[in-house]
């Protein structure tokens, strides 16, 4: 289904793509059976069993479940949307010194000699305290283009912070 979605994505022009890494679009496939499988049926017992009660205008368990519905089904229609529009970009196929979209990238800020790493990955796979910087993010759109040993400079809420770039390795 996943590849019909996405074929159907690049025969219209008007929609757009959205780069990610296999692993990431795994995630959103898995989340998306999930609510269709799991979470919908669950939800669709739960509105019956508080319509069995009465009255619905005054059955908080049906309006609590009905708000549920609606956050899964808009939920589901937004991860459709989504993966029909990707394109998996596998960054064991790429190579070479300057940063790219999938790169692992090590930095040290020029302040704090702090290192960080980073996969630069797309935006709706990203999750920072996993180390998944999402490519429309500053440090990323500065990092793009970059080669080793340069530094790169990102606007901060504290002022400009300086990265040194330590390290690029694509796996």
Known sequence: MANAARTRANEDPKLQKFPMTGPGLKRLEEELKNLKSVER??????????RSHGDLSENAEYHAARERQS????RIEELEMIVSAVEVIDPSTLSGD???FGAHVALVDEETEKEASYQIVGVYEADIKQGLLSVSSPLAKALIGKRLG???????????RSYEIVGVKYA
Do not use: H, L, R, Y
Request: proline content about 11%.
């Open 41 to 50: 049926p669950n939800i669709i017992q739960a509105i019956a069993e508080a």
């Open 71 to 74: 956050f899964i089904e808009g």
């Open 98 to 100: 300057n940063v790219k």
């Open 150 to 160: 340069e530094t790169v400079s990102v606007p901060a809420p504290g002022g400009d």
